[in-house]
T-cell receptor, first 112, second 113 residues
Framework: DQQVKQNSPSLSVQEGRISILNCDYT??????FLWYKKYPAEGPTFLIS?????DKNEDGRFTVFLNKSAKHLSLHIVPSQPGDSAVYFC???????????FGTGTRLTVIP | DTAVSQTPKYLVTQMGNDKSIKCEQN?????MYWYKQDSKKFLKIMFS???????INETVPNRFSPKSPDKAHLNLHINSLELGDSAVYFC????????????FGSGTRLTVV
């Protein structure tokens, strides 16, 4: 039973435009959410996170938005750069639990 | 200086064999994990160790056995390999409070033929 879902397997965006990656979750006990970025032949790398007490967290070009009522979060990248081309995984957990539930990833391609 | 290192990076082996994947972290983290990414790209936890103690053991066949000689190492032993074991296996580590998520190794692609 997949508790974290990324329904778009791929996304293409022009360089300089905004990339929006979406993620939905089903478990209302999740209270901490993370985005990971993965390049080919490498492990996922932590990108940005958000606690359920917030609805937005920003770090440079990356912003994560959380809509608890909709059980939805999104990652915005602006402006998008070719180096952002990678697979992005959404993950969720309950604080104190040593287990992350991952989505299946969205492959972002930023076209120069 | 790699934070979480796994060896080997690629492993091709025949059905029925026994193999091991090694993982080491030099971050001083308390918790280590093994995740499996299957053909559908679904990353799912297999095991979690905290200070050499098993704290999570998801429903995986008992052919899979983690071994943690110390808190910097978590090795994965797989007995009697099956075709369905083919996947990418990721080792990871984290601080116990999970503030910044995991630091992952680069993965081991296991192919069972």
């Amino acid at each position: 039973d997949q508790q974290v879902k990324q329904n778009s397997p791929s996304l293409s965006v022009q360089e300089g435009r905004i990339s929006i990656l979406n993620c939905d979750y089903t478990n209302s006990m999740f209270d901490y959410f993370l985005w990971y970025k993965k390049y080919p032949a490498e492990g996922p790398t932590f990108l940005i996170s958000i606690s359920s007490i917030k609805d937005k967290n920003e770090d440079g070009r990356f912003t994560v938005f959380l809509n608890k009522s909709a059980k939805h979060l999104s990652l915005h990248i602006v402006p998008s750069q070719p180096g952002d081309s990678a697979v992005y995984f959404c993950a969720a957990t309950t604080r104190g639990a040593n287990n992350l539930f991952f989505g299946t990833g969205t492959r972002l391609t930023v076209i120069p | 200086d790699t934070a979480v290192s796994q060896t080997p990076k690629y492993l091709v082996t025949q059905m029925g064999n026994d193999k091991s994947i090694k993982c080491e972290q030099n971050l001083g983290h308390d918790t280590m994990y093994w995740y499996k990414q299957d053909s559908k790209k679904f990353l799912k936890i297999m095991f979690s160790y905290n200070n050499k103690e098993l704290i999570i053991n998801e429903t995986v066949p008992n052919r899979f056995s983690p071994k943690s000689p110390d808190k910097a190492h978590l090795n994965l032993h797989i007995n009697s390999l099956e075709l369905g074991d083919s996947a990418v296996y990721f080792c990871a580590s984290s601080q116990e409070t999970l503030n910044y998520g995991y630091t992952f190794g680069s993965g081991t692609r296991l192919t069972v033929v």
